[in-house]
């Protein structure tokens, strides 16, 4: 038997009776249930969250634009390992082949106390075709928003044609230029940086990305020639709504942002899996400043992935993480899978707001729409409290539905309902639609509060545990009433036993 046949949906009447239950008498109600808590058997931490009280999100301040940096190169001269050694942990996707890195990647650095933007970008080639010169105009991009550049060289192979390309390239831009020559791993091969004079660029820095010899001078060099405040980023501001975009491979979660930000920002290509590391990108749509995340298409099983789409995954997944709500894309031309129904359960267990984001709208047929249908009230039931938006991320449909959307779920998800409001409901529920019995006694709930928001999390002190599905009935009442669409709601239960008298 479902919940739905054991418990009734909703009764327009309960919202009835709670609107007009005013702020006083619910919280007059709480204070006598709360009284009554004091004759069972309470823990430190029952006490801490009875009397503790979560104090509300900081608004948004403009923070100083940090100064940029950027590291260009040719493919596979360490680029992102030495992004790796600046940075002090292995952020940035490494592997040994040519080609890993696409996007123009920022990382918060610091260094000597001063914090900056440091940008890994994918190797920069002549000439190139397909994915690769969109990967090569990536580079140029980054060149173009830094403050200042370093340029890396494979000390071991010297000054090729591709280099100096790449120097005319750096001298038309005008940005100071540090050349860095990479894996220098001993003091011979210092004499072999020393060829690198004849790229012009002033005195080649040997260093060693892999094991460090080098870097810290390479970056007191930088602190020189780094502005205090940048002169080409946008000034940061300190609390935009980090939304993950979240989706199989190739599903189209690059072109929403480009779509987004209004210029080509990532590599999109019809090769699935383009983009490995999360980029971030501050964006401004429908009025309000966003910072977006595009991160590498969550495949069928991360454990048996290799390489680059290793590491891409798990970045994927620290990626929403950070995130406040996630607009999982799902492809309308293809039918919901389970790696689909996965991915959007990995954003539950995350407890992050969630926006279901129909892509490829335009190139729905009406059969396909009726089978689509079919398989989100079969497959996406346990989601439909999420918004929908049905979008076009190539072309831009319906776009600016996707931030009603986000504001809506963002709501939700720091909604905080009243102690008095939330023991006012819990008290029609069990009055209409009392516990079963189980083995011969009926649990009993003694006081409720919402302990947390982001996402709203509730805690319930019983005389007992609560069978599953009269918890999702309290659960789906509390959407019916307060709403809570486009986030997950926590319930917990702390089963207390009565003092012993004495």
Same mark, same amino acid.
């Given at each position: ?66 100064? /940029? ?30 080609? &890993? ?22 190797? @920069? ?15 140029? &991009? ?43 791993? =001993? ?9 690198? @004079? ?67 920002? /990532?590599? &999109? ?96 047929? =009406? ?17 439909? @409290? ?26 939700? @998800? =720091? ?88």
């Amino acid at each position: 038997m479902s919940d739905s046949d054991t418990y009734p949906h909703y009764d327009p009447a309960l919202a009835d009776r709670l609107a007009a239950i005013d702020d006083a008498e619910a919280a007059q109600r709480a204070r006598a249930l709360r009284a009554g808590l004091d004759e069972y058997e309470l823990e430190e931490e029952d006490l801490d969250l009875l009397e503790g009280v979560e104090t509300g999100a900081d608004r948004p301040v403009l923070l100083p634009a940090l100064p /940029v940096l950027a590291i260009v190169g040719r493919p596979n001269v360490g680029k992102s390992a030495l992004v790796n050694r600046i940075l002090g942990r292995r952020e940035a996707v490494v592997e040994d082949v040519p080609g &890993v890195t696409r996007d123009r990647v920022s990382y918060r650095a610091e260094w000597m106390g001063r914090p900056f933007t440091l940008v890994d970008t994918g190797g @920069w080639e002549p000439d190139a075709r397909g994915i690769d010169a969109a990967v090569a105009a990536q580079a140029e &991009v980054a060149v173009d928003l830094a403050d200042a550049v370093l340029f890396v060289v494979d000390v071991n192979v010297g000054a090729t044609t591709t280099d100096e390309r790449v120097v005319r390239m750096l001298r038309a831009s005008g940005k100071p230029v540090i050349l860095v020559a990479n894996k220098a791993d =001993d003091v011979r091969q210092d004499y072999e940086a020393s060829e690198l @004079w004849s790229l012009g660029l002033g005195e080649p820095h040997p260093v060693s990305a892999l094991h460090g010899r080098g870097v810290a001078d390479v970056l007191d060099e930088v602190m020189r020639i780094l502005p205090e405040e940048s002169a080409v980023a946008k000034r940061e501001v300190g609390g935009p709504r980090r939304v993950a975009l979240l989706g199989r491979p190739n599903v189209g979660k690059s072109s929403l942002l480009n779509r987004a930000a209004g210029e080509e920002r /990532v590599v &999109v290509d019809a090769l699935a899996g383009t983009t490995r590391d999360p980029v971030d990108e501050q964006i401004e749509l429908g009025g309000k400043v966003w910072r977006f995340v595009d991160t590498a298409g969550i495949r069928r099983r991360v454990h048996l992935q290799h390489g680059a789409d290793f590491y891409a995954s798990l970045r994927s997944s620290a990626a929403l993480e950070r995130a406040e709500v996630a607009v999982v894309l799902i492809d309308v031309t293809q039918p919901i899978s389970e790696q689909d129904v996965r991915i959007i359960d990995l954003v539950l267990e995350a407890g992050r707001a969630l926006v279901l984001a129909f892509n490829k709208w335009d190139m729905l047929d =009406d059969d396909r729409r009726r089978m689509l249908e079919r398989e989100v009230e079969q497959d996406l039931a346990h989601v439909s @409290w999420a918004p929908r938006v049905n979008i076009s991320a190539r072309t831009g449909r319906h776009l600016e539905r996707l931030v009603p959307a986000l504001e809506t779920a963002l709501a939700s @998800w =720091d909604t905080r309902i009243p102690t008095g409001k939330v023991n006012a409901l819990l008290a029609e529920l069990v009055a209409e639609h009392p516990h079963p019995v189980r083995g011969g006694k009926q649990p009993r709930i003694l006081f409720g509060t919402q302990a947390a928001t982001r996402p709203p999390t509730f805690v319930l002190f019983t005389t007992g545990f609560l069978d599953p599905g009269y918890r999702r009935f309290i659960t789906r009442r509390l959407r019916e009433v307060y709403g809570f669409e486009g986030t997950p709601i926590v319930l917990t239960m702390r089963v207390r036993e009565r003092r012993q008298r004495r």
